[in-house]
């Protein structure tokens, strides 16, 4: 009998499968160079009356749910670890998960009216294709014009760096340190976070791959609230700032959400808070010294620190 964790591996084999092949590349004929496996083929073609009687089983339990929601966070995992600067909600996700549904029920039709030998590669093709417009319509069409000239996928390199690294950049002093201190973009281990505990200040980590406990929180920051007089400093390195850039400088860039978002992370500070990162941003923090006295910017080559002195 076909079984959850059945589909949960074809799943992961699958997304294993064409891991390193773009999605937008085509190959002749217009076709895509993304596939299924061999192991897949095999089993809708030896046993698809089986996967289809586990789907429409599936879909009359809580489980339908759990299972699309599995396919849609493996996949969004999948395409920012090949990308950083690709963005996902939660509707995008809820959007990934219909695309999914709509796949398996296609399973579920042709293997009720059709013959799966023949329809096979239009089912994976057409698959694919709604990938491709769920990535567009969520991340605009200017970061995948680079994935439409090479067959094999172009990794976005994203690197922790150590605490004493981090440190050190910003000339941080642990005995002068304002707390609370939030670790924006932590990373998965949160190496900072950790470290700073260790040491007795109290600081957290955001960041929106890195496991939820006491004091990580699995967020996206363009979908955080940051509570106005909260930290007494905020670090950032090479996360934040580093996509505000990158969106600044995208043609499609949605670089006013991100300046929001920045004037919302300052107003979080308390008075005589500080918020370091890296990369600087000098485009806006012209204007920022500019106009707003509460705030002093000190800047040096490689790093710029905001500090919140008045209301
Ligand atoms: C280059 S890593 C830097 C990690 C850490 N700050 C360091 O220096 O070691 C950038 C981090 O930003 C996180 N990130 C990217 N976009 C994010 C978003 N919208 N919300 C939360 N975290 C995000 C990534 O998951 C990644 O861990």
Redesign the pocket.
């Known amino acids: 009998m076909f079984t959850f964790s059945d589909f949960l591996y074809v799943i992961d084999q699958q997304l294993i499968h064409n891991r390193n092949k773009s999605l937008f590349y085509e190959i002749a004929n217009g076709r895509l160079i993304l596939s299924p496996s061999k192991e897949t083929v095999e089993l809708l073609v030896r046993r698809i009356d089986e996967v289809s009687a586990f789907i429409q089983l599936a879909a009359k339990e809580d489980t339908y749910q759990h299972l699309l929601s599995y396919a849609a966070d493996k996949t969004l995992n999948l395409f920012?670890e090949v990308n950083?600067y690709l963005?996902f909600n939660d509707t995008h996700k809820r959007k990934l998960e219909k695309i999914y549904q709509d796949f398996f029920e296609r399973i579920c039709t042709i293997a009720t009216h059709g013959e799966i030998t023949k329809e096979i590669d239009q089912l994976f093709d057409l698959h694919y294709r709604n990938l491709q417009s769920f990535l567009l319509e969520s991340n605009g069409s200017e970061i995948f014009k680079k994935y439409k000239e090479s067959p094999n996928i172009i990794y976005v390199e994203?690197?922790?760096?150590s605490p004493s690294f981090?440190l050190g950049l910003f000339g941080i002093d642990l005995l002068t340190i304002e707390e609370p201190v939030l670790?924006l973009?932590?990373?998965?281990h949160a190496?900072?976070v950790q470290f700073l505990r260790k040491k007795g200040i109290e600081a957290y980590g955001?960041?929106?791959?890195v496991s939820s406990n006491r004091y990580t929180y699995r967020?996206?920051?363009?979908e955080s609230t940051f509570c106005p007089k909260t930290w007494g400093t905020v670090i950032?390195?090479?996360?934040f700032s580093?996509?505000f850039t990158h969106h600044h400088i995208k043609a499609d860039g949605d670089y006013e959400r991100y300046a929001r978002k920045y004037m919302e992370i300052l107003y979080s500070l308390k008075i005589g808070g500080s918020f370091y990162y890296a990369p600087g941003l000098p485009f806006i923090e012209k204007v920022l010294s500019s106009n707003h006295e509460s705030f002093v910017i000190q800047v040096n080559e490689h790093a710029t620190k905001v500090i919140r002195v008045s209301e």
């Open positions: 920012t950083q963005n994203c690197a922790e760096y981090q670790d973009g932590c990373g998965v190496s900072l955001m960041d929106r791959s967020m996206n920051w363009l950032s390195h090479m996360a580093n996509h």
